[in-house]
């Protein structure tokens, strides 16, 4: 049977991995700082103990490493971490809408995935700097989680959030942050394109074609990081993560 204490600790630790993530993230914390325990636990208002195992997830999400002299530090990421996490997640997506088409979606999940389509859609307006942007970025997360889902298997599906943990390699790593910049809202027309075009070859059941389109549509995060630090740097600032990455 399980104890009241273990739902307070499991509660505690979920407490501790969002604050931590929160910080590093938010570049509140430098890329090689060692994390002080005490200074954490005393920040967050919890014990050490489901700190501990929140550094310790962290670590294994790839956020923190662990230093030689004990305890862990904030990990700095290259460009080419950034691309191959995100062509990481590509080949996760593509993989499990190819299983998806080629194994079959029972009718539910098929007519919920369509549903989802039939709403993102409802999302633009004639000018993009109408549409409703908010909405946009819940249901799309939405989307991706039920992409995950589609080819039945539970290891695919957590592979992919795997793939899709690290900040920048999110489908939503660059939606939350930008919704005045007009570039951004414009390659969105072309992701939802994508969406549409990816449930299709599901339901035709065209494997590769599934396949081919979720890798393309994870390539979009790629072109939208490019234009942040090729065009305007001033959004670095505003994407959460972008403070660990050394151009």
Known sequence: MRRATDGKRD????????????????GRVAPGERLSEAA??????????????ALARLEQEGLLEQIPSGGYAVRAFSMT??????????VM???AARLAAERGVIPAKMKA???LVAELDKCFRDRPEDMLFDQYVELNA?????????????MMRREVERAGRLPFASPSAFLEKQEDVLAFRLSLVRAQWQH?????AIEMREGSRAEALAR????????????????????????????????
């Open 142 to 154: 939405e989307f991706h989680t039920a992409l995950a889902e589609l080819s039945g298997s539970e």
């Open 93 to 95: 997506e593509g993989t």
């Open 81 to 90: 971490d950034v691309f191959d996490a995100i062509e990481l997640r590509g």
């Open 216 to 247: 393309e549509h994870a390539r979009l995060a790629r072109q939208n990081m490019e234009f942040v630090l090729g065009e305007d740097r001033s959004l670095i600032s505003r994407v959460p993560g972008l403070a660990l990455v050394s151009a």
């Open 40 to 53: 954490l636990a005393e920040r967050l208002g919890i014990s050490r103990t489901p700190l501990r195992a």
């Open 113 to 115: 995935i369509q549903q």
């Open 11 to 26: 509660s505690q630790t979920f407490k501790a991995l969002l604050g931590v993530r929160d910080l590093v993230l938010g």
């Open 196 to 200: 549409r075009e990816i449930v299709a």
